[in-house]
């Protein structure tokens, strides 16, 4: 009899499992059919595939900044904490060393920038932007040890890439596979925006035209007055008189 009912509660404890796998399934399924829905696929020249996100205007809203910034190492955390505060390409920031910084006039020099073909140029073009005093406590920090003609040491582009995504599905961002290291940038382009800094300096700060502002950023309007209040407090006192 003991053994009947042994046998009838394993019977249940399996099929309970196996219900429990089906419902992953569906919802692995689900969410990979939402994820081909933003990605589209091609085949490269050397027969490798690969994919690209249909939709580049997602950023981040303040609390989802601080829970995927929270997942991340500690060493990690210095190149996030870069992108954000300064809003540069990766490339922009690698590049940076600690003779370009001003840390009297909270402000650095982007010596490595984009070359934009199409509008002719052939060499980078130098861009001096300003940082918070609370970031350029930190840049003193990050220097520390460091030479004048040493670069900050960040993490590769791939490295980064892979750690974003890493800490964003941890911290439970659905989307993850929205994100990549280009969505920093435009997250704090649009918190400046929310924050009431006009179109021309945002241009000038990001160093690109300010119709690619109005056609990629969202509407200041979608923030409410916490989450205004909640980026000051992470990218601190950046353009305030």
Not at 48 to 58: A, E, I
Not at 119 to 131: A, D, F, N
Request: no cysteine; glycine share 6%; hydrophobic share 35%.
């Amino acid at each position: 009899m003991q053994t009947e009912n042994n046998l009838k509660g394993r019977v249940e404890e399996l099929e309970a499992e196996l219900k429990s796998l089906k419902g992953q399934k569906e919802k692995f399924t689900l969410s990979l059919s939402e994820t081909k829905k933003d990605l589209s696929s091609g085949v490269r020249r050397n027969g490798k595939g690969y994919s690209v996100r249909s939709n580049r205007d997602r950023f981040f809203f303040p609390s989802e900044w601080r829970k995927f910034y929270d997942a991340l190492k500690p060493k990690q955390k210095k190149t996030f904490d870069s992108l954000i505060s300064v809003g540069a390409r990766i490339n922009e920031i690698r590049n940076l060393k600690q003779e370009d910084v001003d840390f009297v006039n909270k402000r650095i020099i982007l010596r490595v920038t984009k070359v934009k073909a199409r509008k002719g140029e052939k060499h980078s073009r130098p861009r001096t932007v300003p940082i918070s005093s609370q970031y350029a406590r930190r840049l003193k920090g990050y220097f520390q040890d460091k030479k004048g003609d040493e670069f900050l040491g960040l993490l590769s582009t791939p490295a980064s890439n892979i750690a974003m995504k890493k800490a964003l599905q941890e911290v439970g961002i659905k989307d993850w596979y929205m994100f990549s290291i280009h969505n920093i940038r435009k997250t704090l382009e649009n918190w400046l925006m929310a924050l009431g800094l006009d179109g021309v300096t945002i241009s000038r700060h990001f160093g690109h035209d300010i119709h690619t502002a109005l056609q990629h950023y969202a509407s200041p309007d979608i923030f409410s007055g916490k989450e205004k209040s909640e980026m000051r407090e992470i990218i601190g006192d950046l353009y305030v008189k």
